[in-house]
């Protein structure tokens, strides 16, 4: 009964399914196998001493990392009860939402069976396993940036107002996220380049659309530097360059 109901679902429902059951399986090995930080990993970074500190009610000073994660965190905590289990959560969300994303490559790019293929192979890949237990940003990251060029690729083959927006969202959240989302930017600006050009005007519309939402998700960043440093534009991940 229950394959044929598995049968009868559309493909992308199917894949939504799978993902929904991952988010829960990684969440049940979370919570028996990783409950506690892991030594010499990112997690010792403190982000969940950061969003410890934003429930206290003071901001952290963190010139290197963006907050979004932690008061993502913080947030969250406040119905888990727990930031560390926030966090884990949340990055167990990121890396259920990585291997969907590897569907939705596979799919656009060669069809169904292929996508069906990279998220299958996603799903059992031991370092979504770990880093999407890790309560840092690097399973986080990884899903923004893939939702990112994923909204590029769509836009490269379908260019439409939508697309944009959601591109240029994912691309704010990201750079929200971790510093280095500037790299995904030249990527992005050759889908928009290189997308058919049926419309000039709209064309450069869409753009402006897409810069415009990306700001306007960083703007609380920028207050929040601006808050803690005095300069909205406070970053000192230069000293990372080399």
Not at 118 to 145: E, K, Y
Not at 166 to 188: E, Q
Request: charged letters at 15%; proline letters at 5%.
């Amino acid at each position: 009964m229950i394959h044929r109901v598995l049968r009868a679902l559309p493909a992308d429902r199917l894949a939504l399914l799978a993902a929904c059951v991952l988010f829960i399986a990684l969440a049940l090995f979370g919570a028996r196998w990783h409950w506690v930080e892991e030594a010499g990993t990112a997690e010792r970074d403190g982000y969940v001493a950061q969003a410890e500190q934003i429930l206290g009610g003071s901001l952290p000073r963190d010139p290197f990392r963006p907050l979004l994660y932690p008061l993502l965190t913080a947030g969250l905590a406040l119905v888990t009860r727990d930031a560390f289990l926030a966090a884990r959560l949340l990055s167990n969300l990121a890396a259920a939402a990585l291997a969907w994303q590897c569907w939705a490559y596979g799919r656009r790019l060669a069809g169904p069976a292929a996508g069906a293929w990279a998220m299958a192979l996603a799903a059992v890949n031991p370092n979504l396993w770990i880093l999407g237990q890790h309560v840092s940003t690097d399973m986080f990251f990884a899903a923004l940036a893939a939702g990112a060029l994923l909204a590029g690729l769509r836009y490269l083959e379908e260019p439409g107002l939508g697309t944009a927006l959601a591109g240029g969202a994912l691309l704010g959240l990201a750079a929200f996220t971790r510093s280095n989302a500037v790299f995904l930017v030249p990527p992005l600006l050759v889908a928009w380049w290189l997308a058919p050009r049926r419309d000039g005007r709209r064309r450069w519309s869409h753009l402006a659309a897409a810069a415009g939402i990306a700001v306007l998700v960083l703007v609380p960043h920028w207050a929040l530097r601006q808050a803690v440093f005095g300069d909205p534009f406070h970053d000192e991940n230069w000293k990372n360059l080399a």
